[in-house]
């Protein structure tokens, strides 16, 4: 249990990066944000290592508060930068609650509840007196505009189509996006910041204040999240930096229960079909005509009348051209699909993956132009839903600036950080959903982007303020305060963690030249189930990563020891793992033990090839070096954790 008289926390699980040492500039604030999300403290640990963020406490579902940065140090939380001692990061305390994923986005009780008691407890502790809300308690966005998109000129995936940010509404479901495999889901939206002036930034087509969370990829593929002034360098000259951003992702679903010879058909009948009429019987549809020049069209619609049975009749003009004439049941089906021959958001959604991929295929033939990738119609209608399809799909698009030809691009764009332009004055906004990514369009592009992290909402607000006072005017009395009600977690099930008294497991992988990652070990025992118990496949590693608090490094053939490493992320070659692609030829690594009154103090014991054990920088045969190596490439490697 946390000692609040004494500022311990529940647990500590250093995030070891992602923060500055020393507080010249003193405590003067505590900052309460959320999580946008129901996380634990290793979740938040792997969040934060991934997007250069931290914070300096994590409280979880049940008001388990863990430490991850110390008081003395400066966290990475509130999105303002180095502020000169009036920053958030450089005077405040930052606390993060776990949501309860109501609709709209609020905290758990249990969260507000040991959040409050902290934040009276940090207030007492370093002096900053009786909580009062922006007096010496301020929400995340006091200290930094809160990451945002232009209003007007972004739009949101909705069941309804595309819509702008300006019209989205909380509860509205919106296309999300998962980071792990940018697979598109349905979100309701938890909330929508209020609308402000500020200026923008504007690169490859898209446009974000400086701050906003942008998804991209970096050298090697390794996946990061970074504010967009990393990404587009604002006004820097000379880009030092290349990053990937994704123009699209995945939808999946059971599909529409039709061939593909009649998916191809209604794109036909779309392209090229026009519904004859009968002026005699109130003009109702009599037939499905379609009239060619090119005999290879009027082959492709002859094999699809072939294909899905549909009643057909052929002249041959004197002008050489061709009509087809096909009975009224073309249009009766095509028309469970189509409105009035437009493409419809439901038949774009409806579809499964491999439906979208054919359809994207078959509309260059009937109305684009395959040679250069395009898409052209001269009705809005089709090019949304097209766009829509295609960034469902995995595929980008290009708007040209006619608005009637749509050209089809990779899933991701380069953006280099430098050259961005300004944009003055905009009007901003944006969205929190359940994922932390949405779907959007602008000018003419489709991106996935970070949606904004929220703040406490409504009456929690008040809730959190007033608890907070009753439990620093009973600190300052030595009393307790009186219980509080817990409402909104009564139906989750109860769970508290516990530190173990047991040595932890330790997880770690290798990536060789051969196989590329390995399989992860767990102390020694390869989950892929071979029966050795090291890493390795005899061929050199190039690069390891070990999931462990405190560091580790490794010597290269290329570039020697390379930095310290504090993450365990196999994506992120640049921070996540240790190596640059060349041998490795010795590893040296350091344990921190985070609570040794329950654990005892703890090392981390780990070997390569057949040499002696290494206990943290102690080589237990008797070597005075302090790494694991003799010059050689490694070719084995395990590790686990002893007293």
Request: a negative charge; charged letters at 25%.
């Given at each position: 249990?946390?000692?609040?008289?004494?500022?311990?926390?529940?647990?500590?699980?250093?995030?070891?990066?992602?923060?500055?040492?020393?507080?010249?500039?003193?405590?003067?604030?505590?900052?309460?944000?959320?999580?946008?999300?129901?996380?634990?403290?290793?979740?938040?640990?792997?969040?934060?290592?991934?997007?250069?963020?931290?914070?300096?406490?994590?409280?979880?579902?049940?008001?388990?508060?863990?430490?991850?940065?110390?008081?003395?140090?400066?966290?990475?939380?509130?999105?303002?930068?180095?502020?000169?001692?009036?920053?958030?990061?450089?005077?405040?305390?930052?606390?993060?609650?776990?949501?309860?994923?109501?609709?709209?986005?609020?905290?758990?009780?249990?969260?507000?509840?040991?959040?409050?008691?902290?934040?009276?407890?940090?207030?007492?502790?370093?002096?900053?007196?009786?909580?009062?809300?922006?007096?010496?308690?301020?929400?995340?966005?006091?200290?930094?505009?809160?990451?945002?998109?232009?209003?007007?000129?972004?739009?949101?995936?909705?069941?309804?189509?595309?819509?702008?940010?300006?019209?989205?509404?909380?509860?509205?479901?919106?296309?999300?996006?998962?980071?792990?495999?940018?697979?598109?889901?349905?979100?309701?939206?938890?909330?929508?910041?209020?609308?402000?002036?500020?200026?923008?930034?504007?690169?490859?087509?898209?446009?974000?204040?400086?701050?906003?969370?942008?998804?991209?990829?970096?050298?090697?593929?390794?996946?990061?999240?970074?504010?967009?002034?990393?990404?587009?360098?604002?006004?820097?000259?000379?880009?030092?930096?290349?990053?990937?951003?994704?123009?699209?992702?995945?939808?999946?679903?059971?599909?529409?229960?039709?061939?593909?010879?009649?998916?191809?058909?209604?794109?036909?009948?779309?392209?090229?079909?026009?519904?004859?009429?009968?002026?005699?019987?109130?003009?109702?549809?009599?037939?499905?005509?379609?009239?060619?020049?090119?005999?290879?069209?009027?082959?492709?619609?002859?094999?699809?009348?072939?294909?899905?049975?549909?009643?057909?009749?052929?002249?041959?003009?004197?002008?050489?051209?061709?009509?087809?004439?096909?009975?009224?049941?073309?249009?009766?089906?095509?028309?469970?699909?189509?409105?009035?021959?437009?493409?419809?958001?439901?038949?774009?959604?409806?579809?499964?993956?491999?439906?979208?991929?054919?359809?994207?295929?078959?509309?260059?033939?009937?109305?684009?132009?395959?040679?250069?990738?395009?898409?052209?119609?001269s009705l809005k209608e089709n090019i949304d839903v097209v766009q829509m399809v295609a960034a469902l799909s995995g595929v980008g698009t290009k708007l040209q600036e006619d608005g009637k030809r749509l050209h089809f691009k990779k899933q991701y764009r380069t953006v280099s950080n430098s050259g961005a332009k300004r944009t003055y004055d905009k009007e901003v906004s944006c969205v929190t959903v359940d994922t932390g990514f949405i779907l959007i369009r602008q000018h003419g592009r489709t991106t996935i982007v970070g949606n904004c992290p929220g703040e406490l909402y409504g009456s929690q607000k008040e809730q959190y303020i007033q608890r907070a006072q009753e439990w620093y005017d009973a600190m300052c009395n030595g009393t307790e305060a009186a219980p509080a009600p817990v409402e909104n977690n009564t139906s989750e099930p109860e769970y508290t963690p516990t530190p173990s008294s047991d040595i932890p497991s330790l997880r770690y992988r290798a990536y060789t030249q051969n196989q590329g990652w390995l399989p992860e070990m767990i102390d020694r025992r390869d989950t892929g189930g071979s029966s050795d118990d090291f890493a390795g496949d005899g061929s050199p590693i190039t690069y390891l990563a070990i999931d462990m608090p405190g560091w580790y490094q490794v010597k290269t053939v290329n570039n020697g020891w390379l930095p310290q490493v504090y993450a365990y992320d196999c994506n992120d070659f640049e921070n996540g793992c240790a190596g640059d692609g060349s041998p490795i030829t010795a590893v040296r690594c350091y344990y921190e033990t985070q609570n040794p009154n329950s654990t005892g103090w703890l090392k981390i014991r780990y070997a390569v090839n057949d040499l002696p054990e290494m206990e943290d920088t102690t080589d237990t045969g008797g070597s005075s070096d302090d790494f694991a190596g003799n010059g050689n490439y490694v070719t084995k490697f395990y590790a686990y954790l002893t007293r």
């Amino acid at each position: 249990m946390a000692d609040f008289e004494n500022i311990e926390p529940d647990e500590y699980k250093y995030l070891g990066q992602n923060y500055n040492s020393g507080r010249p500039w003193g405590i003067k604030y505590i900052t309460i944000h959320h999580m946008a999300g129901d996380f634990d403290a290793d979740t938040c640990n792997r969040i934060w290592r991934g997007a250069g963020t931290s914070a300096h406490y994590s409280i979880d579902r049940n008001g388990y508060i863990v430490q991850h940065v110390d008081d003395g140090d400066r966290a990475w939380a509130c999105g303002d930068g180095l502020g000169w001692g009036s920053g958030g990061n450089d005077c405040s305390i930052s606390i993060e609650h776990a949501n309860n994923n109501s609709n709209p986005w609020t905290v758990y009780d249990a969260a507000i509840e040991s959040g409050a008691h902290l934040t009276a407890a940090l207030c007492k502790a370093y002096g900053l007196g009786r909580p009062e809300w922006d007096v010496n308690v301020m929400p995340h966005q006091h200290w930094s505009s809160t990451a945002c998109l232009p209003i007007k000129t972004t739009e949101l995936l909705t069941k309804n189509g595309w819509k702008l940010l300006k019209d989205i509404e909380v509860g509205e479901e919106v296309a999300s996006a998962v980071m792990d495999d940018l697979s598109i889901v349905w979100c309701p939206v938890k909330r929508v910041v209020p609308v402000y002036k500020t200026h923008c930034w504007m690169s490859r087509d898209l446009e974000a204040t400086s701050d906003h969370r942008i998804l991209a990829k970096a050298y090697n593929d390794t996946e990061v999240v970074k504010q967009w002034k990393e990404i587009c360098g604002c006004t820097s000259k000379n880009a030092t930096s290349t990053y990937w951003i994704p123009n699209a992702g995945f939808m999946y679903g059971d599909g529409l229960d039709i061939t593909d010879s009649e998916l191809e058909l209604i794109v036909a009948v779309q392209a090229d079909g026009h519904y004859s009429r009968d002026s005699r019987r109130d003009n109702a549809i009599e037939n499905v005509r379609f009239h060619f020049a090119k005999q290879r069209k009027l082959d492709r619609l002859f094999d699809l009348l072939d294909d899905t049975g549909f009643e057909y009749s052929y002249n041959l003009k004197k002008d050489g051209t061709h009509d087809v004439i096909v009975n009224k049941s073309l249009y009766d089906f095509v028309e469970q699909y189509l409105d009035n021959k437009h493409f419809t958001i439901e038949f774009g959604l409806g579809m499964n993956k491999h439906q979208r991929e054919l359809f994207l295929d078959r509309i260059l033939d009937w109305d684009g132009c395959r040679a250069g990738n395009d898409y052209s119609s001269s009705l809005k209608e089709n090019i949304d839903v097209v766009q829509m399809v295609a960034a469902l799909s995995g595929v980008g698009t290009k708007l040209q600036e006619d608005g009637k030809r749509l050209h089809f691009k990779k899933q991701y764009r380069t953006v280099s950080n430098s050259g961005a332009k300004r944009t003055y004055d905009k009007e901003v906004s944006c969205v929190t959903v359940d994922t932390g990514f949405i779907l959007i369009r602008q000018h003419g592009r489709t991106t996935i982007v970070g949606n904004c992290p929220g703040e406490l909402y409504g009456s929690q607000k008040e809730q959190y303020i007033q608890r907070a006072q009753e439990w620093y005017d009973a600190m300052c009395n030595g009393t307790e305060a009186a219980p509080a009600p817990v409402e909104n977690n009564t139906s989750e099930p109860e769970y508290t963690p516990t530190p173990s008294s047991d040595i932890p497991s330790l997880r770690y992988r290798a990536y060789t030249q051969n196989q590329g990652w390995l399989p992860e070990m767990i102390d020694r025992r390869d989950t892929g189930g071979s029966s050795d118990d090291f890493a390795g496949d005899g061929s050199p590693i190039t690069y390891l990563a070990i999931d462990m608090p405190g560091w580790y490094q490794v010597k290269t053939v290329n570039n020697g020891w390379l930095p310290q490493v504090y993450a365990y992320d196999c994506n992120d070659f640049e921070n996540g793992c240790a190596g640059d692609g060349s041998p490795i030829t010795a590893v040296r690594c350091y344990y921190e033990t985070q609570n040794p009154n329950s654990t005892g103090w703890l090392k981390i014991r780990y070997a390569v090839n057949d040499l002696p054990e290494m206990e943290d920088t102690t080589d237990t045969g008797g070597s005075s070096d302090d790494f694991a190596g003799n010059g050689n490439y490694v070719t084995k490697f395990y590790a686990y954790l002893t007293r």
